[in-house]
């Protein structure tokens, strides 16, 4: 990730300083310094975001015929302090609230949640959400084991096998998910939402050289899905 990646040569670059190797210091405190830089820029973290987040449309509001609306998982807070609508983080509470907008377009069709947990599972929670709005219980499925996106399709596979059904997921997410699902043959309808990139539909390049914490956070979402993809197709290689 690129925050970890500059702090790590920054770190070693001031090693170096102070322990008479100043010139590979140098090197890498600059390394690290204009990667943080760079990767803090508005325009170039929206370069990066922007072939993820356009891959798929957005859902248009429209009864889609399908029979099961999945949610993939994201993250929650465990803390007993938080309450019940603090305790989703924003990526799920943006596709839950997706999710329910498709259950509700399509009448007959069921709600499946998805995530697993170390204490409770991600799917618990947001069923305990989507009840408090008023998602009747009988129409909500879970998928409680899961601990990461490949875990989860496959477990989410007998489910929703030979139905039609739609996925929601953040934009920046999908294209890994969608690639997931069709590598266990499944074809589902992409449904994404929490959109990073929400001001402009392509890079700011007035903002190009105004580096901000948000297009840092931008940054490390894009580059962890990035290596996501990688990954898929590194384990594609060597399965043929």
Partial sequence: MPLPLSVLLLVIGCVCLWTQRARSGR????????????????????????????????????????EIVVVMGASQGDAPRLPLSNRPNTAAVYRLLEGISIYRANPGSKLILSGGGQYESHAEIMAQVARAIGVPPQDIILQKESRDTEQEVRLLKPLVINRRFAVVT???????????????????????THFLERNNPHPNWRDIFFPDIESLAHAEFAAHEYLGLLWLKVKNWFAL
């Avoid at 990667?35 to 449309?57: F, G, H, N, R």
């Avoid at 953040?170 to 994404?192: C, E, K, W």
Wanted: charged share 10%; glycine share 4%.
């Fill in 27 to 66: 090197w890498l405190v600059t390394a690290g310094s204009a990667l943080l830089i760079v990767c803090s820029c508005t325009a170039l973290s929206d370069l990066l975001l922007l072939p993820l987040e356009e891959s798929y449309p957005k859902w248009n509001g429209l009864a889609a015929d399908v």
């Fill in 170 to 192: 953040s934009a920046v997410h999908m294209p890994r998910t969608i690639a997931l699902f069709n590598a266990a043959g499944l074809f589902p309808q992409p449904a994404p």
